[in-house]
């Protein structure tokens, strides 16, 4: 009966018969329809395809589901389908079966799990890549898509054939419409396997067709499904990220940010990301094809957040292995923008954020510029906090450093309005609760540092931290003996910066305890430059507390040091770290000023306004100021400004000036004149 109305094409005969009260064991409705589909007669396969095909359609997008998936399962649909694919010839029936697949696949989702149990289930698909009918390509393309989303059944595809019969297709078939699913379905498949990946570079000629050809089409489906499928294919893969770029995909990414969509546009800036990622050969072909300059103009005219994300992440890979094209970056971007960035709803970005306004915040401040008050201006110190909870602990860690920088600029001068704006949010508590109980030790040293950098010239932050929750000092003194030389190494410079002209602190600390110069030394004879450089500052600052030798010459041992790496270094970091040590030296207690003005690092200090390096220079400029405040050292200062050349000073004037001008802590106050004569460059000078 139901093989009757099926025949006659009667759907409304058939339905009724369907919903008939009658019990399958009695009369199986199913079965004739099922072998009717499977007859060797074309007529009768294509006539009961198409009316399973209306049984199975929604009537609308908003309909629900057919109610007779279920029973049509039960009774071996899925086995019904599997067999046409195998056994059938007939291009209308091999139609209604895809379609009728494709519409299980996407209203019955848990059927793929039954796909696995079926031999021979995909190559019996895979073998209608050979048709020469265009619709069933296409539907088979989207099959493969819908099943290629399922990573549990990557493994089987590729085992029968998928990814060689796929290469096949796409090098003959070169219609838009009916390739585009073929790429999703092989940038899902690689993004499964390290393994499947490397397939592609031993078929150099199809990424080739793929550069020349298909990255030229126009076809909005197929620009998006080919740069997916790019993006994935280089991912973390150095050897095909340097031979698409060879072939000239560098080209073909940049040229899709100018496109109209919005969703190219991102793709691209996704697939430009990972080509670039850990690779600078392909870093710097992108730069020479101005990838950046693209970019920034890009994130200045969208307002999309998605896209803004993916751009602000590309930008930061790009400039991965040069900090000074980071800072160009983010000085670009702007400390306003970066911030507003954090209101975005994705974690993706957070960390390269933070990591941007870090680069920023390394700057010493001038008269022009300061990248503390902006982060503050901004309501960036709130957004901060906040994400000392996250538990990524590469942006925790960045985090960290950032309310190191903009509490305590370079030279440790302290930023007392961002100090109580933090204590005001509660950071305090968060910073201490790292510090004793955060499970890497890393991060227990590096919010110890942040502490300290709150404490710092701020006698009341000191003494809340010291009276919140467990703080305690020896926690920093039982890191200091860590098996990481690391974590010993930051242990005692956060320590450092807690004694950094606090004489109560140094007091409690030298009643309990005594470091051993053999702990220093160790770390002085480092073969990097900048770890002597911290630990040289850490003896002069703990020249009380190490037992071996007197004060003055653990003193002499430290700034010696620094002079040597000021005066012989070939490493412009190291230099740039000795300066901004040396400026912390120059505010000092106990005499240490007037000690390091003795051996000429006044010159030395000079000498630094030949870098190229800005926060070389800033930081040279920042220690020269504080020296200024000393009668000698301002003379020899003057000195030097009339033999040398004009073009270092004007950046030595704006940096002097700007740290002059901050307030004094209580000690410099006690220590300096009453009237402080301001310190010019020579009126000749300034009009030249």
């Known amino acids: 009966m139901a093989a009757i109305a099926a025949l006659s094409q009667n759907e409304r005969t058939l339905r009724y018969v369907i919903d008939l ?26 006539i009961c395809g198409r009316i399973l095909q209306s049984l199975t359609r929604r009537e609308s997008d908003n309909s629900q589901i057919s109610s007779y998936w ?10 019904t ?3 046409i694919f195998s056994l059938s010839k007939n291009d209308d029936a091999l139609t209604s079966a895809f379609l009728i697949f494709l519409n299980l696949l996407n209203e019955v989702p848990q059927i793929k799990n039954d796909l696995d149990t079926i031999k021979n289930c995909f190559s019996s698909m895979l073998k209608h890549t050979r048709s020469t009918n265009n619709q069933i390509l296409t539907l088979l393309g989207r099959v493969l898509s819908c099943l290629s989303t399922d990573k549990l059944l990557i493994d089987s595809m590729v085992e029968q054939g998928l990814i060689e019969t796929l290469m096949i297709l796409i090098d003959k078939q070169r219609s838009s419409q009916i390739i585009y699913p073929y790429f999703d379905c092989l940038a899902n498949v690689i993004g499964k396997s390290y393994e499947y990946q490397r397939k592609f570079i031993y078929s150099k000629n199809f990424l080739l067709l793929i550069v020349r050809s298909y990255l030229q089409d126009y076809d909005l489906n197929l620009s998006l499904s080919v740069i997916r ?15 698409l770029a060879h072939y000239g995909v560098c080209e073909h990414l940049l040229g899709a940010l100018s496109a109209s969509s919005k969703e190219l546009q991102q793709v691209s800036i996704e697939a430009i990301q990972a080509l670039s990622h850990k690779n600078q050969k392909v870093q710097q072909i992108l730069l020479r094809e101005h990838a950046l300059e693209q970019l920034l103009n890009l994130l200045e005219r969208t307002n999309m957040s998605t896209l803004q994300v993916a751009i602000v992440c590309t930008l930061w890979t790009l400039c991965e292995n040069n900090p000074l094209q980071k800072r160009d970056v983010a000085t670009k971007i702007g400390v306003r923008k970066l911030i507003s960035f954090y209101t975005i709803k994705s974690d993706e970005h957070l960390l390269v954020v933070t990591d941007a306004i870090n680069e920023l915040a390394k700057c010493a401040a001038s008269i022009n510029m300061n990248i503390q008050e902006e982060i503050n201006h901004a309501q960036g110190i709130p957004y901060l906090i906040r994400l000392l909870k996250s538990d990524n602990e590469m942006l925790v860690l960045s985090v960290l450093k950032n309310l190191q920088l903009i509490t305590c600029a370079p030279g440790f001068i302290a930023n007392r309005k961002n100090q109580e704006i ?3 949010n509660d950071g305090i508590k968060l910073l201490v609760a790292l510090m004793m109980h955060a499970k890497c030790d890393i991060i227990q040293v590096e919010s110890a540092q942040s502490l300290a950098c709150i404490a710092l010239s701020n006698n009341q932050c000191s003494t809340l931290i010291e009276s919140t929750l467990d703080f305690s000092y020896s926690h920093l003194v039982d890191l200091m003996h860590s098996n990481d030389v690391n974590v010993q190494l930051k242990a005692s410079n956060a320590l450092a910066t807690f004694v950094y ?8 600390l030298k009643n309990h305890y005594q470091f051993s110069f053999d702990y220093f030394q160790k770390f002085l004879q480092n073969n990097n430059e900048s770890i002597r450089c911290i630990t040289a500052f850490q003896v002069v600052v703990f020249c009380g507390l190490i037992n071996e030798q007197k004060q003055s010459v653990n003193t002499a041992v430290g700034c010696g040091i620094l002079m040597d790496i000021l005066r012989t270094s070939q490493i412009d970091d190291a230099k740039s770290a000795a300066a901004e040590c040396v400026a912390r030296l120059a505010h000092m207690k106990s005499g240490v000023p007037q000690a390091i003005i003795a051996v000429n690092v006044i010159d030395y200090l000079c000498n630094l306004f030949s870098s190229s390096n800005d926060t070389t220079i800033g930081n040279a400029s920042v220690a020269l ?3 200024s405040h000393i009668p000698e050292g301002r003379r020899k200062l003057l000195n030097r400004s009339q033999t040398s050349s004009i073009r270092y000073f004007k950046v030595l004037s704006n940096n002097i000036e700007r740290s002059r001008a901050a307030p004094l802590s209580d000690y410099e106050k006690e220590q300096s004149s009453t009237n402080i004569m301001n310190f010019y460059l020579p009126n000749i000078r300034q009009k030249v």
């Open 70 to 79: 279920s029973s049509m399962l039960e009774n071996g649909l899925l086995s």
């Open 625 to 627: 100021g504080f020296l």
């Open 422 to 424: 933090i204590v005001k």
């Open 21 to 46: 009260p009658i019990s399958s064991t009695e009369y199986n409705i199913w079965k004739p329809l099922f072998k009717l589909f499977l007859s060797v007669k074309d007529d009768e396969s294509t």
């Open 81 to 83: 389908l599997i067999q």
């Open 229 to 243: 499928f790019i993006r994935q294919l280089v991912k973390n893969n150095e050897e095909l990220q340097n031979i």
């Open 501 to 508: 002209n606090n004489s109560r602190v140094q007091l409690f």
